[in-house]
């Protein structure tokens, strides 16, 4: 990860909205609204720390169906670890983010070969 893309995520974990939605999205999939509630966040800035966490993968979308037939989008936490040391004079950053069980398997099976 290079030094500016380890900023860019810092700058993210330090907002208390992005971590929030990070948080509360780390729990279970939630929609913009449910995340505007629980991050006592106006829709406006909700949807421009969703919008930065997409850019940096730290979350993912996807439609949920309600019972009546209607679809709306949640957004699910994809980080799992954010590490960084200081090498030689440098940050050097990594991240581990959670994948879907099925990828999981595809890789163990793609390795296994």
Do not use: W
């Amino acid at each position: 990860m290079s030094e500016e893309d380890l900023a860019a995520i810092a700058s993210l974990i330090e907002d208390e909205y992005a971590r929030s939605i990070l948080r509360h999205t780390s729990e279970r999939p939630l929609s913009a609204n449910e995340l505007m509630d629980r991050c006592d966040a106006s829709k406006a800035t909700t949807y421009r720390r969703i919008d930065r966490l997409r850019e940096h993968d730290l979350i993912e979308s996807y439609q949920e169906y309600d019972p009546e037939g209607h679809h709306y989008e949640v957004y699910a936490a994809t980080l799992e670890e954010l590490r960084v040391r200081l090498v030689d004079g440098e940050f050097v950053g990594g991240l581990d983010r959670t994948r879907d069980p099925a990828d999981r398997m595809t890789d163990l099976l793609n390795q296994l070969r």
